[in-house]
């Protein structure tokens, strides 16, 4: 299965933006049949598999305490009983269960683990398993701490301290091959790439690529960014050469004021700006 395009909810409905909604950003993906995206070996890209019933999936709970397990098992079982739930308390007995389970298609993964970083689990497990979708569930929610787990390959960041509903609510979205980003992310990229739209928000348009420089071609590349895609994936699906990828992200990251490809999607989906859909992954 591979990822053909990532549209972004706006009030429910598919748009080529980013829509920061009461429980946080909504970025949906549209799946098509026909292998892993990226394939294998590239780590850096986003890979998860196809919307489908929550019954048939397989989710690992990784997190040290039993109390927090117990908690995540419930509310995975509020969707729907039928849901396979696995239990690590540390790495070890997280590689264990995967090993056991190679079919599992969600890990839950806490930051904070007795017996190694959880960023570098994080890593690991992106690279290890690609096919095995990854989402953070911490007490840990700065915003360094999101962007670094997106950065890393995380599909959805969701805050211990984040009600049962907006749980839920992130859970669905994730299962139905979405991200979750918590919305108090959301304000700084906004202040920082938005800055001459808010202060005239009421007598001038959006901020549009071309008012910051960026080019069709740019955003061509940022459309693939936003879709996970590595520099040698971009580099194939737009027949470029990888330098000239390289200089492509360098000039949209300067554009938006931001440092990295997290931080460029927030910051496009803040300015609402159209996508253009590449072809066929």
């Known amino acids: 299965m591979s990822l053909r395009y990532r549209n972004f909810v706006r009030n429910g409905r598919p748009a080529a933006g980013i829509s920061r909604q009461a429980n946080g950003l909504h970025l949906v993906a549209e799946v098509a049949m026909t292998g892993y995206f990226g394939g294998g070996t590239e780590a850096a890209s986003r ?14 709970v990784i997190d040290d305490h039993a109390l927090i397990r117990d908690a ?25 269960s995967i090993d056991r389970h190679p079919d599992i298609e969600l890990i ?6 007795p017996d190694q970083d959880g960023f570098d689990l994080l890593a690991d497990l992106r690279e290890r398993y690609p096919s095995i979708s990854v989402v953070v569930l911490s007490a840990h929610d700065d915003r360094g701490s999101v962007v ?9 960041f969701i805050p211990k301290s984040a009600p049962r509903e907006v749980m839920l609510s992130a859970l669905r979205l994730i299962l139905a091959g979405g991200i979750y980003i ?14 001459t739209r808010t202060a005239s928000a009421s007598r001038a348009p959006a901020v549009s690529p071309a008012d910051l420089g960026v080019t069709g071609r740019q955003l061509e ?10 520099n040698k994936a971009i580099c194939r699906a737009l027949d470029l050469a990888e330098p000239t990828v390289k200089k492509h992200v360098t000039a949209i990251l300067r554009a938006l004021k931001v440092t990295n490809r997290t931080e460029a999607v927030i910051a496009v989906g803040e300015l609402g700006w159209q996508l253009p859909q590449i072809g066929k992954s």
């Open 221 to 230: 590349v940022l459309a693939l960014v936003a879709r996970g895609k590595s």
């Open 72 to 96: 995540v098992r419930g509310v995975v079982k509020e969707l729907d009983g039928e849901a396979a739930v696995f239990e690590a308390a540390d790495c070890i007995q997280a590689r264990r």
């Open 47 to 60: 890979r998860h598999r196809t919307a489908k019933r929550l019954s048939s999936v397989k989710i690992l």
């Open 182 to 195: 918590p919305p108090q992310i959301l304000a700084p990229a906004q202040a920082v790439v938005t800055t």
């Open 108 to 113: 839950l993964l806490d930051l904070t683990l």
């Open 148 to 156: 670094k787990a997106l950065d890393l390959g995380a599909l959805g």
